[in-house]
């Protein structure tokens, strides 16, 4: 029997012709988030807030620091997007506050699923559909981790004929990419025009879009923001497309709305629209030395000293989150500022 959104898909393009890769992704993650918690060892993957305190402590540290030496400006806005079930905003504010950030709270969230838990933990929030409703007055602490890489992609082909939009189709009942027939020169870089047949290349306008808007804030009204997921920081070709359902990769095209589709964020492309915006781009670093610089290494000892029976799980969690070859390295952090906002902590490697 063929899952809701399969049906649905296969009906559209059997009636209009292939769909997007963009269409395709978009509407599949809007099902998927719509009326589930996906998280967890009962969901579909773990992110970093929910393998170890850890990491929602040194972001609001982060933030309570760059805040501190900015002025200490009044009042203040959290704004997390897609916040989850509420972990990373809750150990973050924890451990602001003990430096004296206290700021109003602020998920941008479309899965009522998920409000349902902020709730839980965060009853004073104010909850935005997008960000066109946020505050504006006064600075924005922005943090998105693993929200870029949900948003949906568009790729492009380089076919024996030029350039086309890679679309989804139909082959023998089941969905499969595509070439599509529209010349696409004009979508692609002049100096990457030239590659190999098959080349693929990828991009986010929705990502451009959340970034340009988050710098244009932070430049009126001052702040910064942290951008952390899974990507690259060079400019890369090739789809990185791919499907997580119960832990495992599965076929991206198997099963639309029942499974995560990701892709990886191009954070060099998503730099120079912050700066296009007046907003300083303070680098884009990997996860594990921003972690380290923090002090997640000196937090993790205190944990265990302070918890011996835990000890070994709190080092296996940083370890998953600093390591190489685990989070440390495949998960970047970029981070932007309003531009007479101080640098901060973890980016003077990327200076």
Do not use: C
């Not at 988030?33 to 009962?42: C, L, N, T």
């Not at 189709?169 to 100096?191: D, I, K, Q």
């Not at 835990?310 to 190489?324: N, P």
């Amino acid at each position: 029997m063929k899952a809701p959104l399969l049906d649905t898909f296969t009906r559209l393009i059997t009636n209009t012709g292939p769909i997007s890769v963009a269409h395709y992704m978009a509407e599949s993650n809007a099902h998927y988030y719509g009326g589930r918690d996906p998280f967890g060892v009962a969901g579909d993957f773990i992110t970093a807030p929910e393998i170890s305190q850890m990491f929602g402590e040194l972001i609001g540290l982060w933030l309570a620091d760059i805040w501190i030496r900015a002025g200490r400006s009044e009042p203040v806005h959290y704004v997390e997007l897609g916040p989850g079930r509420g972990t990373l905003a809750r150990d973050a504010l924890d451990a602001a506050r003990k430096y004296g950030l206290n700021p109003r709270t602020h998920f941008v969230e479309t899965s009522v699923a998920l409000k349902a838990q902020q709730l839980e933990l965060h009853p004073e929030a104010f909850w935005h559909d997008d960000l066109s409703s946020l505050p504006n007055d006064g600075p924005l602490l922005i943090v998105a981790n693993e929200f870029l890489d949900a948003l949906p992609v568009r790729q492009l082909v380089r076919t024996g004929t030029g350039w086309r939009e890679r679309m989804v189709g139909l082959h023998e009942g089941r969905l499969v990419p595509v070439a599509g027939t529209a010349p696409m020169e004009v979508a692609v870089p002049s100096n990457r025009r030239d590659a190999p047949e098959n080349t693929i290349y990828e991009t986010s306008p929705a990502s451009a879009a959340i970034v340009y808007e988050v710098a244009g804030r932070l430049a009126t009204q001052g702040g910064a923001a942290l951008f952390i997921d899974y990507g690259h920081a060079e400019p890369r070709f090739g789809s990185s497309l791919q499907a997580v359902r119960a832990h495992r990769k599965v076929d991206v095209f198997s099963s639309p709305g029942e499974a995560d589709l990701t892709a990886h964020v191009d954070f060099s492309a998503l730099a120079p629209i912050a700066q296009s915006r007046g907003a300083r781009w303070l680098g884009t670093v990997e996860q594990g030395n921003w972690l380290r610089a923090l002090g997640i290494d000196a937090r993790a000892d205190a944990l265990a000293a302070f918890a011996p029976a835990q000890a070994e799980a709190v080092r296996t969690a940083r370890d998953r989150l600093t390591g190489e070859g685990q989070m440390g390295s495949l998960f970047k952090v970029m981070g932007i500022t309003a531009p007479d906002w101080p640098d901060g902590a973890g980016f003077e490697q990327a200076a």
